[in-house]
Each structure stands twice: as C-alpha cells, then as structure tokens.
C-alpha cells in the first residue's frame, strides 16, 4: 500500500547522471520532509538523505535531494557501480498519521 | 556505534501470532527524541511501516496493520518487541526493526530476520 509512487527503475553508464522521482499528495510530502533509503542487494536500507536535501555523515556528496510541492528527487552525480541498489523515498502522511514510504526504485549500472 | 537485531522464530503458522523482539545495543533505548520502529519488506517488494513506539510505552501504528499489531517495550532489557496476530502468508516478509528520530528518519536498522506464514 505504498503512497509514494516511484519510476520502477532507472539506469546509467559510470559517471552519468540518473535522477529518481518520487511523487506524494498535500498530507505527504506537500506538508513533511522527505528521505532516501538505499538498499545495497541482500541488505537492510540506509539512510542516505534526511530532511529533503541533507547528507547523513559518511554518505558522498555525489547523493542530492530536492523537494517541491508534492515530488522529490534523487540524484546520483557520477555514478558508480556500488551504487548499483534499490532506492526508497519516505515522509510522514498527516493522513494517515504515519510513515509512508515510496514504491522503490531499482538502479542499474549499465 | 548503536546497533540493532532482530530475533524470534523464522515460521508461524497460518491464524497464530509473530512475535519479534529488537536488542539494541550501543546506547540507551530511554534516549528522549527517539522513537523505535518497526518496518517490513515481503520479499520482492517494497518497505512497509509497522508502528513505532517511545520508550514510555507510547505507540503509534500503521492504521492497515493497528487491529492486529502490538509494540511494547522493556527498557531493563533494552529491548522492545512486535506482535502480530492472526497472521497470514501475506504476512510472510523481512521484518526490520529500526531507531526513528522523532516523527523523522529510520536510521539505523537492524540487518532484518525474515518470517514465513506457513503450515
């Protein structure tokens, strides 16, 4: 019952560019922060963004999030093979009183 | 550093109830600020939140799953857990307990035990 809705995937060469969207309503992310999971194959997730566009320490800088409105975006500058996992966007649902999280999105490094 | 595990039996069958519990270790479960969650993956798909509880006991869940989930916590133990009753196959998923700061972020999560609903 996601109700964050993600492209299912995504791909790019080493050192492109891919950006992953994540799309909300009014009571999600028109109202809250959001936040980027990673999920590296066989793990559990990792904080990689909080509060819309802040980095956890330790994750580099190549990691950008954005907000507007009711969508957010993650980008990957320069991407590398290790970044190759599957990502999940979040935010509160006033709604719903709760944590939602988004469908999740493979990347693939071609 | 603070770390999380989950533990607790790897099959339930049908109508019965999972229990999980979560041990942190590496700090205090009573920190003020921090809530404890629960979050679930069926394998192949997405992140699903379960329900979060405060170390007084304060809890706050998932409206889908509320009928049937309760958290609890042992701050002696420095513990807290999750039922579920009346579980089915579609309960069958990674089960990973986590630290939320606040109403916030998930962050850091336990490595994860998957449960099985079945006879």
């Known amino acids: 019952q996601s109700v964050l809705t993600q492209p299912p995937s995504a791909s790019g060469t080493p050192g492109q560019r891919v950006t992953i969207s994540c799309s909300g309503s009014s009571s999600n992310i028109g109202s809250n922060y959001v936040y980027w999971y990673q999920q590296l194959p066989g793990t559990a997730p990792k904080l990689l963004i909080y509060r819309n566009n802040q980095r956890p320490s330790g994750v580099p800088d190549r990691f950008s999030g954005s907000k507007s409105g009711t969508s957010a975006s993650l980008a990957i500058s320069g991407l590398r093979s290790e970044d190759e996992a599957d990502y999940y966007c979040a935010a509160w649902d006033d709604s719903l009183s709760g944590h939602v999280f988004g469908t999740g999105t493979k990347v693939t490094v071609l | 550093q603070l770390q999380l595990q989950e533990s607790g039996p790897g099959l339930v069958k049908p109508s019965e109830t999972l229990s999980l519990t979560c041990t942190v270790s590496?700090?205090?479960?009573?920190?003020?600020?921090?809530?404890w969650g629960w979050i679930r993956q069926p394998p192949g798909k997405g992140l699903e939140w379960i329900g979060s509880?405060?170390?007084?006991?304060?809890?706050y869940y998932n409206p889908s799953l509320k009928s049937r989930v309760t958290i609890s916590v042992d701050t002696s133990k420095n513990q807290f857990s999750l039922k579920l009753s009346s579980v089915t196959a579609a309960d069958t998923a990674v089960y990973y307990c986590a630290r939320a700061k606040g109403y916030d972020w998930f962050d850091p999560w336990g490595q994860g035990t998957l449960v099985t609903v079945s006879s």
């Open positions: 590496g700090g205090s479960i009573s920190s003020s600020s921090y809530y």
């Open positions: 509880i405060y170390y007084s006991g304060s809890t």
